[in-house]
């Protein structure tokens, strides 16, 4: 069925750099925008930033522009993001998800990876 | 705090109707259509109403989606035990040009 699938988080000093990678099956990955969203420990879901399904657009929010970088290689259907001078702030559970186009619904989601960042 | 603002908590009894608000600006709800999501205890989120109204296949007619101006509304009508979630609002911010989310919703079902 469709699905996607993040790779393992971890454990990441606080000024450290994290890449993760998400991981699309049963359906046409590169005619859809793709999506990260996280949710610190007991918090609320808070939008990352998208990708276009070309890659040629890309927003993010405020939290983490200038130090996250949405990217994706359509021929291995896989969405990334380089995460770096990673804060503690950023601790949480990482999921990526999937929308016809930038600013429509996130129809699919993936099951979560976390990321601590810690000393 | 939270661009879209949601009641953090929300409780009723099986089978009554409870509604659910989400407020926003004319950024975003004024402009935009408005997406719910219902995150289960220890799941990931997922799609309950997308463009204010509408529900993908599978999820049942008892959840209905509204919106008026910069408000939007979820309601939950005949209200079961497994509805008991977390239920968040989204939409996209034209003058952000992100998305944001309502800081949540927690469904008590007594």
């Known amino acids: 069925q469709v699905q996607l699938v993040e790779s393992e988080g971890g454990v990441v000093q606080p000024g450290g750099s994290l890449r993760l990678s998400c991981v699309a099956s049963e359906f046409t990955f590169s005619s859809y925008a793709m999506h990260w969203v996280r949710q610190a420990p007991g918090k609320g879901l808070e939008w990352v930033g998208v990708?276009?399904?070309?890659?040629?657009?890309?927003y993010y929010a405020d939290s983490v522009e200038g130090r996250f970088i949405i990217s994706r290689d359509n021929p291995k259907n896989t969405l990334y993001v380089q995460m770096s001078s990673l804060r503690a702030e950023d601790t949480a559970v990482y999921y990526c998800?999937?929308?016809?186009?930038?600013?429509?619904?996130?129809?699919?989601w993936g099951q979560g990876t976390i990321v601590t960042v810690s000393s | 705090q939270s661009v879209l603002t949601q009641p953090p908590s929300a409780s009723g009894t099986p089978g009554q109707r409870v509604t659910i608000s989400c407020s926003g600006s004319?950024?975003?709800?004024?402009?935009?259509?408005v997406n719910w999501y219902q995150q289960l205890p220890g799941t990931a989120p997922k799609v309950l109403i997308y463009n204010n109204n509408q529900r993908p296949s599978g999820v049942p007619d008892r959840f209905s989606g509204s919106k008026s101006g910069t408000s939007a509304s979820l309601a939950i009508s005949g209200l079961q035990s497994e509805d008991e979630a977390d239920y968040y609002c989204a939409v996209w911010d034209d003058s952000l040009n992100a998305w944001v989310f309502g800081g949540g919703t927690k469904l008590t079902v007594l």
């Open positions: 004319r950024f975003n709800i004024g402009s935009n259509t």
């Open positions: 998800a999937k929308s016809r186009v930038v600013n429509f619904a996130f129809d699919i």
């Open positions: 990708i276009s399904y070309d890659g040629a657009s890309r």
